[in-house]
């Protein structure tokens, strides 16, 4: 249980990761509210590229000061056509993992990326093989974040050896709630080593090597990681995927299987795992509760270990799939080795409960997933939490929110006298593209720059 609404205690005598060389994001939390931009760059120039580079690096915080989120913050990462273009050695480049190199369009089947997901139905931006670079810029005010975009788009243009494929906008106000009109991101995994002092309650910090490269991780195990030390040490990999999410329709399917407003929020809460304020289920079963929702010490301090029915949170429910935390599963695995640092943020506008008809209009979300092993951890969880029901003896059922749904799509929901089962679900958010990211260390960015 992490607690990413709530002031996070830092105590430096409990820091013995390199924090001033890890960039910000991996540490940081996503401010709240937010306001930033992504962007899909082209090196067209490698010279000219590592001169952009060199610029950027005085604008890309580190994890130095991980607790504070004033201002804005700038970070950027490779995929390994970019590491390639930009002219990092074979040697290097040969040091990384296998589905690193191969990319996400390649590593669809291992992802259950079929049918509306397949990446021949990608949108054309992502189709592009050039992918070589993605940023962002977040920042928790409008002031700030502009300020900073500017800067870094003018460090981009005087450099003409990079092209800009991919400039999107997105945010969130102070309630950070999700296009379907739910709180979003309150649970993320804290890292062991990085200061975190965590508070009586919540999950125990897991190790740094999970998240961060070139430490122990959770089996006390140091894991090979890309080389020289200089490139791969204090870097991770990143998941970039961009979904668009069929509010419209998941609305319909409510409309469709509840005789009231109220039943209807309890299908729309059951499938989620949690009510729109974010309260659990767990610990509001009946209704939604909208000042727990809002209580980060709270919200979020929680287990399966006393609905072990799912007659309070269904075993398909998106949360218990993605973090079964204490659940007694029939598939023995260990929830800390997959367990991912999201830093999501959504773009578009939330669509109300009784909106049924889509406009056709962008919403959704970018979903950016943090992870020393990030490439096996995506495939993991595609293949096995979300389009697959054997860890929860479910068959065939799939994650309602986040799955590829198919024609016996089915969702079950414990319950008195008898369980429920619902069908005709859709795919609610669709993947329009994606890509494998390296989150290089500061240091690591320096290197890069100064390639011969």
Not at 55 to 75: C, M, Q, T, Y
Request: glycine letters at 8%.
């Amino acid at each position: 249980m992490a607690f990413d609404f709530i002031k996070r205690i830092f105590n430096p005598d409990k820091v013995n990761i390199e924090l001033k060389e890890i960039q910000s994001l991996i540490l940081r939390s996503r401010p709240i509210p937010y306001f930033g931009t992504v962007a899909l760059l082209e090196i067209t120039d490698k010279e000219s590229a590592k001169k952009m580079l060199k610029d950027l690096i005085p604008l890309i915080d580190s994890a130095e000061e991980w607790n504070k989120n004033e201002g804005a913050s700038v970070f950027l990462t490779f995929t390994y056509k970019g590491l390639e273009k930009i002219g990092v050695p074979k040697e290097s480049l040969d040091s990384f993992p296998e589905s690193f190199k191969e990319g996400m369009a390649k590593r669809s089947s291992y992802l259950y990326d079929i049918g509306v997901n397949d990446p021949k139905n990608w949108q054309k931006e992502f189709k592009n093989p050039n992918i070589h670079i993605a940023a962002a810029v977040i920042s928790n005010n409008e002031a700030d974040w502009k300020s900073k975009l500017e800067e870094f788009r003018t460090k981009i243009s005087e450099n003409n050896g990079v092209e800009v494929l991919v400039s999107e906008d997105f945010g969130a106000t102070e309630e950070v709630k999700n296009v379907f009109g739910f709180r979003d991101g309150i649970s993320n995994p804290e890292v062991e080593g990085s200061g975190i002092d965590v508070p009586q309650g919540f999950d125990r910090p897991i190790a740094a090597g999970e998240f961060i490269l070139g430490y122990p991780g959770e089996g006390d195990i140091t894991k090979p990681f890309p080389q020289p030390d200089i490139l791969g040490k204090n870097g991770s990999f990143m998941i970039f995927r961009k979904y668009q999410s069929q509010v419209a329709e998941f609305n319909q399917f409510i409309k469709d299987n509840s005789s009231s407003p109220e039943e209807g929020e309890l299908l729309a809460a059951k499938m989620v795992g949690r009510w729109r304020s974010g309260a659990p289920l767990v610990l509001s079963p009946e209704k939604d509760d909208k000042e727990l929702g809002e209580n980060p010490e709270k919200n979020n301090n929680f287990s399966f270990k006393n609905d072990e029915f799912g007659k309070k949170c269904p075993f398909s429910s998106h949360i218990r799939r993605m973090n079964p935390r204490d659940s007694k599963t029939f598939v023995l695995e260990d929830e800390r080795l997959h367990r991912i640092i999201r830093r999501s943020v959504t773009f578009g506008d939330i669509v109300p409960p009784e909106v049924t008809k889509n406009d056709g209009k962008e919403r959704g979300q970018y979903f950016m997933g943090i992870s020393a092993n990030a490439m096996g951890t995506l495939e993991f969880l595609q293949k096995q939490w979300i389009n697959d029901g054997n860890s929860q003896n479910l068959g065939s059922e799939k994650d309602p929110m986040v799955g590829l749904q198919d024609q016996n799509s089915l969702f079950s929901m414990p319950a008195d006298p008898l369980i429920k089962r619902y069908r005709g679900l859709q795919t609610y958010n669709i993947v329009k593209g994606g890509e494998y990211c390296f989150i290089p260390s500061l240091s690591a960015l320096k290197w890069i720059s100064e390639l011969n």
